[in-house]
């Protein structure tokens, strides 16, 4: 059963990598990753206090993740429509790009429609086309710096794993 374990768990690893850097909830899958481990292998080493840990950890990166991008945004000067924009906008160009390039091309496209969402919506509010492009780059430099810091956090979350399984 542990080889098996060792699968799922490398499995849910590289999953949850990928899914840092298309800006989807990749550190809860490491997290379900090292849960399933635990549960075929039944490894007391991973501790169910280790799991809470690292349930914790995903969700509050989850949260700060959202945060970040907001925060990014309204320090370039993005109203609340800009960031609704850059939402919506950041959805439909993940969609489009997956039908274009899949994983790479919704990556690329969730950024660039977030610009052009958050573009949209501010000059739709200012019709002042140079507050509206800060709007958008300020959208865009929040949802980099958060994957980055969601991805590094994964890593550091992948390194306390092995230890434990090792």
């Given at each position: 059963?542990?080889?098996?374990?060792?699968?799922?768990?490398?499995?849910?690893i590289?999953?949850?990598?990928?899914?840092?850097?298309?800006?989807?909830?990749?550190?809860?899958?490491?997290?379900?990753?090292?849960?399933?481990?635990?549960?075929?292998?039944?490894?007391?080493?991973?501790?169910?206090?280790?799991?809470?840990?690292?349930?914790?950890?995903?969700?509050?990166?989850?949260?700060?993740?959202?945060?970040?991008?907001?925060?990014?945004?309204?320090?370039?000067?993005?109203?609340?429509?800009?960031?609704?924009?850059?939402?919506?906008?950041?959805?439909?160009g993940?969609?489009?790009?997956?039908?274009?390039?899949?994983?790479?091309?919704?990556?690329?496209?969730?950024?660039?429609?977030?610009?052009?969402?958050?573009?949209?919506?501010?000059?739709?509010?200012?019709?002042?086309?140079?507050?509206?492009?800060?709007?958008?780059?300020?959208?865009?430099?929040?949802?980099?710096?958060?994957?980055?810091?969601?991805a590094?956090?994964?890593?550091?979350?992948i390194?306390?794993?092995?230890?434990?399984?090792?």
């Amino acid at each position: 059963m542990h080889v098996l374990g060792l699968i799922v768990l490398f499995l849910f690893i590289t999953i949850g990598m990928a899914l840092c850097l298309v800006a989807l909830p990749g550190p809860l899958v490491i997290f379900f990753g090292a849960l399933l481990y635990r549960a075929i292998t039944d490894n007391t080493d991973v501790s169910v206090w280790f799991l809470a840990v690292l349930c914790t950890i995903g969700v509050v990166c989850e949260v700060l993740e959202y945060f970040s991008g907001v925060v990014g945004a309204r320090r370039f000067g993005a109203s609340r429509r800009a960031l609704w924009g850059a939402l919506g906008g950041g959805m439909a160009g993940a969609v489009v790009g997956w039908f274009t390039f899949p994983v790479i091309g919704s990556l690329a496209g969730g950024i660039a429609g977030a610009f052009v969402g958050a573009f949209a919506a501010e000059y739709g509010k200012r019709k002042e086309a140079a507050g509206s492009f800060r709007a958008g780059v300020g959208t865009v430099a929040g949802r980099l710096v958060a994957m980055l810091v969601k991805a590094a956090v994964a890593v550091g979350m992948i390194i306390a794993i092995l230890f434990q399984v090792f």
